[in-house]
């Protein structure tokens, strides 16, 4: 981590970085390379971030977005079979329902909004889950709202994710387990 990077150079590099057409091909169709290269590059960055050394970032909408990136989108990558993947998910919540309540998303593309709202989707509350389908469906991101509305019907019939169980130590119930076997999760 380059420490003599200011606030506004770590933001506009993790956004250009997230949004390169190199990377945007990983985003939900990840490698073992681009995991360990997210995690070299970046690891050190989301440590800080936990740590709440970048809160100020989402006082705007780039900075809050970035900051949405490094802790819901890096860990997924970062930390893949590891229970840390999802440690940094309600931070991540938080600073982006503070960015929606703010306005700050409407100064965001469309693709970046989708990110922006992507914590929302990972929950395991119904409450978050309705809250990313609405916010999906307001924004008009049709192919995001399709993912947002299976994400909630999981969450809905389970009260969690069930693929997150092994990860978390989690046991699974025999509906879970079946579920698992038939489903591409």
């Not at 990077?5 to 190199?22: G, L, M, R, Y």
């Not at 681009?34 to 050190?44: A, G, I, P, T």
């Not at 503070?98 to 929302?120: K, T, V």
């Not at 999906?136 to 192919?143: D, H, T």
């Amino acid at each position: 981590m380059d420490k003599l990077k200011k606030d506004d150079e770590w933001i506009e590099d993790i956004i250009q970085f997230w949004f390169s057409e190199e990377v945007r091909k990983l985003w939900f169709n990840s490698t073992k390379e681009f995991d360990d290269q997210l995690s070299q590059r970046f690891e050190n960055l989301w440590s800080l971030a936990r740590c709440g050394n970048f809160d100020h970032w989402q006082l705007e909408p780039k900075g809050a977005l970035a900051l949405v990136i490094i802790l819901d989108q890096f860990p997924l990558n970062m930390f893949r079979s590891d229970k840390r993947q999802y440690s940094t998910e309600s931070q991540a919540r938080k600073i982006a329902r503070y960015a929606i309540e703010q306005g700050l998303d409407q100064c965001l593309s469309a693709e970046q909004r989708a990110f922006l709202y992507l914590p929302f989707m990972h929950s395991e509350s119904l409450e978050d889950q309705d809250y990313a389908v609405s916010m999906y469906e307001k924004a008009g991101l049709e192919n995001n709202l399709k993912f947002a509305i299976h994400h909630r019907d999981v969450v809905q019939r389970f009260g969690r994710f069930p693929h997150r169980n092994v990860f978390l130590g989690r046991e699974s119930t025999p509906e879970e387990i079946e579920y698992l076997k038939n489903s591409n999760w």
